[in-house]
């Protein structure tokens, strides 16, 4: 899809970021993908390296320091000069087809993004009482560049779409601006209907790395 990036930020997972990116290449052979790395173990920036020369279609960054998430995102956004950037995090496995092409069948000139959409409350918390804020999950979503230069930009800690989606917001207009797309259902949901397997929390645990053998995600 030429009209569509791939952009993910890496920190210190190797094993898991090559599986994910393996899925991605799977189904989209030749999309041109940006990873930025946030890695701050040599063996680590190694093994993605050593990986990410092979590909054909990409942009490596590496990064002085762990910038974290959403600055390290922002970092890889500024480089994108496609329409559209389907941003995802480096634990989340495309697992079936037509992914990016259902997502962008969503996207119009008044659409900032698509993809799995959430009630948060204003330090990005779901499953709080004042959790108001439609926030867009990182995981594995589809934005508008355009959009995105025209809103807060991404910062770091475990919500790092929080600002933009106050920004959105303040608009009022965030339930057509934000489209809800079955990326992945959580348990007890189908799990047969997602576009992608989040092995969430894997990039907190690290586990060095690796992906412990028994993580299976969802």
Do not use: W
Not at 119 to 136: E, M, R, T, W
Not at 157 to 163: N, R, V
Not at 189 to 195: G, M, V
Not at 200 to 218: C, E, H, M, N, V
């Amino acid at each position: 899809m030429d009209s569509v990036t791939a952009l993910t930020v890496v920190y210190n997972t190797p094993d898991i970021t090559i599986k994910c990116l393996d899925a991605l290449r799977k189904f989209y052979p030749d999309i041109r993908l940006i990873l930025v790395d946030n890695s701050d173990q040599p063996p680590h920036v190694k093994k993605i390296k050593e990986y990410i020369e092979n590909d054909k279609n990409h942009l490596y960054i590496k990064t002085p320091f762990n910038l974290g998430h959403g600055p390290g995102l922002n970092r890889g956004a500024h480089h994108i000069v496609s329409d559209c950037m389907y941003v995802f995090d480096s634990d989340a496995e495309i697992i079936r087809p037509n992914f990016l092409e259902d997502m962008f069948s969503f996207m119009d000139e008044d659409v900032y993004g698509v993809g799995y959409c959430m009630p948060v409350n204003s330090q990005g918390l779901s499953f709080a009482k004042d959790a108001k804020i439609k926030y867009l999950h990182p995981l594995g979503c589809l934005i508008s560049v355009k959009m995105f230069r025209m809103y807060a930009p991404f910062v770091s800690g475990g919500a790092p779409f929080i600002e933009t989606m106050h920004d959105i917001d303040r608009t009022g207009n965030s339930e057509n601006m934000l489209i809800h797309f079955p990326v992945h259902l959580p348990i007890p949901d189908d799990p047969r209907k997602a576009y992608v397997k989040h092995y969430s929390g894997a990039t907190r645990i690290l586990y060095k790395g690796r992906l412990p053998s028994k993580y299976k995600g969802y």
